[in-house]
């Protein structure tokens, strides 16, 4: 086998393997967190809507709370009619109920698009690596030929 095809080989299995295929791994775990956010998001439009329907938002209600290794309290909510969202670094600000589901809708919108590109990013890679692949099989074929 010719040692110059041979490094050529190894280059490439190299690259593959510790940059595009780490690429690739980092990307998928984005995109978890993204659409984990999205799901959390509209878990909450739901809640909020159910509040709205159910007319919680201005009777208040019970809930039983978890405080913690399946144990349980009973709590009344007297005032539903506001929620607290996490705005980014660590701060909340308080908004009416149908302020917070025109900002959940934003949101959910922005990162649908932020999960869009990481799907495109994650098929350039993809594409690449079996660029690459291809190519050594040529390569071997090539060797094999010779």
Not at 53 to 59: Q, S, T
Not at 124 to 131: E, F, G, Q, T
């Amino acid at each position: 086998m010719n040692p110059d095809i041979e490094q050529k080989i190894l280059k490439f299995e190299t690259f593959v393997n510790d940059v595009l295929k780490t690429d690739l791994a980092q990307l998928e775990q984005k995109l978890d967190s993204k659409n984990a956010d999205v799901a959390e998001f509209i878990q909450l439009k739901s809640t909020i809507t159910t509040l709205q329907a159910n007319e919680f938002d201005k009777n208040g209600f019970k809930t039983q709370v978890d405080v913690g290794q399946n144990f349980f309290i009973e709590a009344h909510v007297p005032d539903a009619s506001k929620i607290l969202l996490d705005v980014g670094l660590g701060h909340y600000v308080e908004f009416s109920l149908n302020d917070a589901l025109v900002i959940i809708n934003v949101r959910i919108k922005l990162l649908e698009k932020q999960i869009a590109n990481i799907r495109k990013e994650i098929a350039k890679i993809s594409a690449h690596i079996k660029l690459i692949l291809l190519g050594i099989m040529e390569l071997q074929g090539l060797e094999n030929t010779v």
